[in-house]
């Protein structure tokens, strides 16, 4: 019987006329499929260069990654002795799990796709996980009837290829099937948002220079009917370059005996409006990561319970989808023929406790369902007529 729905398994494979249709053209089989952009570059101009990128995908990360994941039977029960358990205990010599998904998700966030390497036994089971550098990974294609055979790492003059098996590639969707292969990649965040960011590091430059300068630039002219003679311009000048073009000076006096007027070509940064432009560019890029800007220090609308909620709905929105899709696709990877399953364990986390008890407190105002159709909707594992038998023995 296993055979025989094997073989329509097999069979379904060889007909899929889909990845005939997107492989076919042009694949070649054992070669990487190489990215359209730079995904390196999107790192450094990003995360690394981008003081509010860096911030919101921290926040993100570093959220997502302090809620513990744990391995558990099909009842939702803890499996504390399973081999899965233990190496979520110690995934590597090198890093705790927490660290491993905090990376997980930088590298997720920021270019869209994150690897992670799992050395397989050969009972199928790994001792080791190791977040990848997901910014110079490349997809190695296979045919169209498996169209990816692993995937290679490229470091100086070092190369690896890895097997599919032993690799777990996380995207954010792509939709861009114009390009060959672009869409085997996650789609950057950092590109939809490269115009925003551009601004962004294009004000904090301004800003620097008008740090280093104390002012905007402007024309010194004489008020002297004939004006300044062509020596008197490069004299004055050179002048104010050689004592008052450093920080040093800035917003110092200079004297001159010849009547001179100065007319500014621009205005001071308050004027230029360059703060409310970053606190702008900051929204945007926080509704294009699904977090509140309040989060980050955004003043505007907050209030002590608005903050609260505010978190809470970032959780629920933003960060349980997140591990959900982790969680599932770990499941998928290393129990795929078990019968548990990884999950994260929101239990302790007091944004989400709060609304459990505002729950438990309208439920009891609930009469028609019965005492134990409530305590499953909050997955109490002991039976009400247990806990009443308990009740009745200690008195």
């Not at 959220?63 to 391995?71: E, G, M, R």
């Not at 933003?318 to 999950?343: I, Y």
Request: hydrophobic residues 35%; negative net charge.
């Amino acid at each position: 019987m296993d055979n025989f729905f094997g073989s329509l398994y097999n069979k379904a494979r060889t007909t899929n006329k889909l990845n005939k249709a997107l492989y076919s053209s042009w694949y070649m089989s054992g070669m990487p499929v190489n990215p359209t952009r730079s995904y390196t570059n999107d790192l450094v101009t990003g995360y690394t260069d981008n003081e509010v990128i860096y911030s919101i995908i921290n926040k993100i990360a570093k959220t997502a990654s302090n809620i513990p994941l744990v391995v558990v039977d099909s009842e939702g029960t803890p499996q504390d002795n399973h081999w899965a358990t233990k190496l979520l205990r110690a995934p590597n010599e090198d890093t705790t799990i927490t660290e491993l998904v905090n990376s997980y998700y930088v590298y997720l966030l920021s270019i869209g796709n994150s690897y992670i390497y799992a050395p397989k036994l050969t009972d199928g089971r790994t001792l080791e996980l190791w977040t990848m550098p997901s910014d110079i990974v490349e997809v190695v294609a296979g045919n169209w009837k498996n169209p990816i055979e692993g995937y290679k790492v490229m470091y100086g003059t070092q190369e690896e290829i890895m097997k599919k098996r032993t690799v777990l590639h996380s995207k954010l969707f792509n939709p861009n099937f114009q390009d060959s292969g672009e869409w085997m990649y996650g789609l950057s965040p950092i590109k939809v948002a490269a115009e925003i960011i551009r601004n962004i590091n294009a004000g904090n430059e301004r800003m620097a220079l008008l740090a280093e300068t104390g002012a905007p630039p402007f024309i010194i002219s004489s008020q002297l009917p004939e004006g300044l003679t062509r020596p008197q311009q490069e004299m004055l000048e050179d002048s104010y370059n050689s004592k008052y073009g450093n920080i040093s000076s800035t917003n110092k006096p200079m004297l001159t005996g010849t009547p001179v007027k100065v007319e500014m070509l621009g205005t001071n940064a308050a004027d230029m409006e360059l703060v409310k432009s970053s606190e702008y560019a900051t929204r945007v890029l926080c509704n294009v990561y699904g977090i509140p800007s309040q989060l980050l220090n955004d003043t505007s609308g907050s209030t002590y319970n608005n903050v609260i909620e505010l978190k809470k709905d970032f959780i629920t929105s933003t960060v349980m989808p997140l591990n959900k899709q982790l969680a599932e696709k770990l499941t998928t990877f290393l129990l795929k023929d078990e019968d548990v399953r990884f999950e994260f364990d929101y239990s302790n986390i007091e944004e989400l406790s709060k609304s459990i008890d505002e729950r438990m407190i309208a439920l009891d105002k609930v009469t028609f369902l019965s005492t134990q159709e409530k305590r499953d909707m909050f997955n109490y594992d002991t039976p009400l007529d247990e806990v009443q038998d308990e009740d009745d023995t200690s008195e």
